[in-house]
């Protein structure tokens, strides 16, 4: 335990004094010009995005969500990848138009002055931006938060939604039975009460109390740098280590973007307001797909079919990702969009 403590300690230290002697924050504002802003007003809370067009006709939109610790500074080196496929050994059949929106309360998003954003809220007001844009169909993908309203969406069918992608799905079968496990459950829900008891102080600081800690993180950019900082060591897979994946300036470009926007309690304050979120699998009515760490065991915990399972069943790797099943009311996914999400066109269809 002193170890783990004294490495992160180390680390923070080091990166702060990276910070104040030799980081560049004007090299982020040209990045995101770059690609684009934009902020658009939706039930009274000014929603900031980045729009990257792509050049290829008939490219199909997807949006894509962030969570927390991170921002849409996380997509920056996929937005190009997604736009432009072609300079990295692509074909234009694979190209995306992308738009990131920033979460209600974090980036450059407005901090909302009153409760009621939860993640269902934010889901309708994502359901508008598409539109806005002109995009009559898109796909939506998202992590951690970006997971939970992604989910949403696909509970709330918006016109021209077709499909979702999830990196941290929902997947607890609600009527699983603790008393009739079959092996590989039994690691699974291991795995997951070894995470929900170790991991998420964090986590029950932000849903219970999230004013307190954020007089802290708002009085000390340190503070603010360590508290993100130590999610980087344990969320990335770097044996605690996040300079070996990440560099230094990745890191502080998510940090800054915190300690500049002063948004350390609105975004505190997304999880007071989603407070009730479990990890009960939610039946969704469109094509999704989802992916999960081949270093856990949780996708396991996803019934097939045969198994009367909630509609989301879980991928491992990439080539094998999972699908749900659209309802019969709804019409199958397009052929010439099957391949985008990563399944093919008989799953989606079926």
Known sequence: MTGHKEHHSGGSSSSSRYWKRHY???RVEALLNGFGQYRTVIDGVSIHLLHSRSPH??????????GWPGSILEFRNVIRRLTHPTEFGGSPRDAFPVVTPSLPG???SDHPDGPGWRRVRTAKAWAKIMPRLGYDHYFSQGGDWGA????????????GLLGIHLNFPQIVPPDLDPNHLTPEERVAMSQLEAQQKHEIGYQMQMMTRPQTVAYSLADSPVGQAAWIYEKFGMWTDSNKNPESVLTMDEMLDDITLYWLTNTA????????ENSGITMNAVTINIPGVSRCSLRSSTHRLARGPRRRSPILSIGTRPARAGT?????????????????????????QD
């Open 24 to 26: 560049d924050w004007r």
């Open 57 to 66: 006709r008939g490219a199909m939109p997807i949006m894509l969500t962030h």
């Open 106 to 108: 974090y980036g450059f």
């Open 148 to 159: 939970a309203v992604n989910v949403q969406l696909g509970v709330l069918r918006p016109k």
């Open 265 to 272: 309690d609105s975004a505190a304050r997304f999880y007071w």
């Open 324 to 348: 749900s099943r659209p309802s019969s009311s709804r019409a199958p996914l397009p052929k010439k969009y099957a391949a985008s999400v990563g399944c093919s066109a008989d799953e989606l």
